[in-house]
């Protein structure tokens, strides 16, 4: 099955085809039974030989800017009637009108699904949607026993804490109250006094 960055690299040749004035611009899905050689032909002509080296440079130089992405292959580029990339999981064949009615790849192909640009552009957001999906529920199953490990910590802190409380607690119910010292009532205080100014005088 193709990569996300397989249909990020094929919606791109396909951008550069129409920014280039190809005519008749499209995508086959071929049947994986059929064709074990790639998953995607992009199809489509120029009106003369210039123009069609002028596509196949436009895609060359656009997957090579954004991706870094480089075709295995080139063929058929002197002669500009058709030009063959291959790209592995997709080929990119650029035809001249007349070379393209001649060996009608799209009728060879019986078995293969004609997508439209729009349609690999849905299937490449649901691609990515369900990676993030992935990757989200990975991110959580590996946080749940950090959070979980933290939270024990957390519980095993407090029960410490609560332990040594009701230690102190207990200890301090069993030792004997310290008794205050005992305050002479204020009459013996007053009289104890009196005598002592009488033997100083």
């Known amino acids: 099955m193709p990569s996300t960055e397989s249909y990020q690299l094929l919606l791109a040749a396909a951008a550069a085809c129409e920014d280039k004035k190809a005519e008749d611009v499209r995508i086959l899905a071929l049947d994986p039974s059929e064709s074990g050689l790639t998953d ?11 123009q069609n080296a002028a596509i196949t440079d436009e ?15 080139v063929e058929g580029r002197r002669q500009a009637e058709w030009i063959l990339m291959d790209y592995v999981d997709f080929i990119v064949h650029v035809f001249s009108p007349e070379k393209r009615a001649f060996y009608g790849l799209e009728r060879l192909r019986k078995s293969a699904t004609t997508i439209s640009v729009a349609a690999l552009n849905a299937e490449l957001k649901a691609k990515i949607a369900s990676a993030r999906v992935k990757s989200s529920k990975k991110i959580a199953a590996k946080s749940t026993p950090a959070k979980a490990a933290t939270a ?3 519980v095993a802190k407090k ?25 002479p009532p204020a009459g ?3 009289a104890a006094k009196a005598a002592r100014t009488k033997k100083t005088k």
């Open 152 to 154: 024990r910590k957390t």
């Open 40 to 50: 995607y032909f992009l199809i489509c002509n120029g009106t003369n030989e210039r």
């Open 59 to 73: 895609i060359e130089l656009r997957l090579k800017r954004e991706f870094g992405v480089a075709p295995n292959s």
């Open 188 to 190: 013996k205080k007053a």
């Open 159 to 183: 029960a410490v804490a609560k332990k040594g409380a009701a230690k102190k607690l207990s200890a301090a119910k069993k030792a004997p109250a310290k008794k205050a010292p005992s305050k």
